[in-house]
């Protein structure tokens, strides 16, 4: 596959936008669907069994809502922790705070901050929800050492959507990133993928969609490169 298919950050957020506004699909369900397809993704693809931990990290925003609705459906069949480096979704309302608040009210178990830390080791999945494709700083601070204690525990990943430091466009890593076993990436595969540091953070790579078929997403970006779609 050619990198010049993948998604740019901007046609993957107008194309959001253009679910929601066109096609009457709203911002929950549309995280409802991408979490739903993750927790299929590994009750299918990542080896149930053999995982102590199923670490959900977290992020402040829709991202980690992704990985929030993935906790939500695995648990209790497989032993799940949510991991919120940075705390809770920012804001008062939203469908990640929602996804937060209905993960705690059937009883996920939850880390906040970086003490104590999950249990990562070789036999931990962890999901990884904690930077999506908005990204455009280089991470640091809480969230960094985060990545760092991942990527030192041999733990497994499955990055939801991008791996987390990768920059949607130029495959570029912002500061740190974190390197997946697989990567789902809802809608179709992002341009970053496939240069610079990409193909080394991504592993294999994989396509869920969240609404519409794989085959309306790519008619609607082949028309929007033709000048068709606004």
């Keep these: 596959m050619s990198h010049s298919i993948g998604w740019t950050q901007r ?11 066109s096609c009457g699909l709203s911002a929950s369900l549309l995280m409802e669907n991408a979490g739903k397809a993750a927790a ?3 009750l299918t693809h990542c080896g149930k069994i053999s995982y102590e931990t199923v670490v959900a990290l977290a992020g402040p925003g829709n991202n980690g ?12 069949e497989l032993p799940v922790i949510i991991w919120a480096p940075l705390g809770p979704p920012k804001g008062s309302k939203g469908p990640a705070l929602d996804a937060w608040a209905t ?3 059937i009883g996920v178990p939850s880390s906040k901050g970086l ?4 249990l990562l080791s070789p036999s931990t999945l962890v999901l990884d929800g904690l930077f999506g494709i908005g990204l455009a700083r ?5 969230a960094k050492q985060a990545i760092q204690a991942i990527s030192s525990s041999q733990a497994k990943v499955l990055a939801l959507d991008i791996p987390s ?4 466009d130029s495959g570029h890593v912002h500061g740190v990133g974190l390197p997946a076993h697989w990567t789902l990436s809802f809608v179709g595969p992002k341009r ?4 610079q540091d990409g193909p080394l953070l991504c592993g294999q790579t994989h396509t869920a969609n969240i609404g519409v078929s794989l085959a309306f997403s790519e008619a609607w970006l082949a028309q929007r490169r033709e000048g068709k779609q606004t």
């Design 11 to 21: 046609e993957a957020s107008d194309f959001d936008s253009f679910l929601q506004t």
């Design 40 to 42: 299929d993704f590994v």
């Design 65 to 76: 809502g992704d990985a929030l609705v993935a906790a939500r459906h695995l648990f209790p």
């Design 103 to 105: 993960c705690q009210g």
């Design 115 to 118: 003490k104590p830390l999950p």
């Design 138 to 142: 280089s991470i640091q601070g809480p």
């Design 165 to 168: 430091g990768l920059d949607t």
């Design 192 to 195: 970053g993928f496939f240069c």
